[in-house]
């Protein structure tokens, strides 16, 4: 099983990597030759930090990727998480709001850090205007209501 130190990595990976203000926020939790690939955005293997970095940097700031739960197992950690983009002010359709969608990723380690992490997820699944009061709402229902519906 995952180890409590792996957990707590998973967990901040995404509320403080991909949730961070700097295009190398999440970089401090994946090691050097990290393999990573996003099924929606980048179905190509990404590996190490630069490519991570060119990927993700331009979403640097606008991003908030709160983690619903995390499942160990042998080979590391699934995260079930939520994605808020926020969409530019200068856009001319919801400027201002946040796009969401849930998703989950699968997490390897080595050497106390993420080595592989696979995101699945399908993209935006709708819009809200604050982040925090959307993801406080699906926190407070139950777990079986939540899984039925979509990330919006």
């Known amino acids: 099983m995952a180890t409590s130190e792996e957990l707590e990595i998973a967990r901040r990976l995404f509320t403080e990597g991909w ?10 939790f994946m090691t050097e030759d990290v393999v990573m690939r996003d099924v929606v955005g980048h179905p190509e293997a990404m590996r190490g930090h630069q490519a991570v970095i060119d990927f993700w940097g331009d979403f640097a700031g606008r991003l908030r990727v709160p983690v619903e739960d995390l499942y160990s197992s042998e080979k590391g950690v699934v995260v079930l998480w939520m994605a808020y983009g926020r969409i530019p002010d200068d856009a001319s359709e919801n400027a201002g709001k946040w796009s969401c969608g849930e ?5 390897e380690f080595k050497d106390g850090k993420v080595c592989l992490e696979v995101d699945y997820w ?7 205007d604050d982040w925090q009061e959307h993801f406080a709402r699906r926190q407070a229902m139950p777990r079986r209501q939540r899984g039925a519906i979509t990330g919006a």
């Open 19 to 28: 949730g961070g203000d700097h295009p190398d926020s999440p970089l401090q």
């Open 103 to 107: 998703g989950m990723s699968r997490l």
């Open 122 to 128: 399908h993209g935006s699944q709708g819009i809200c």
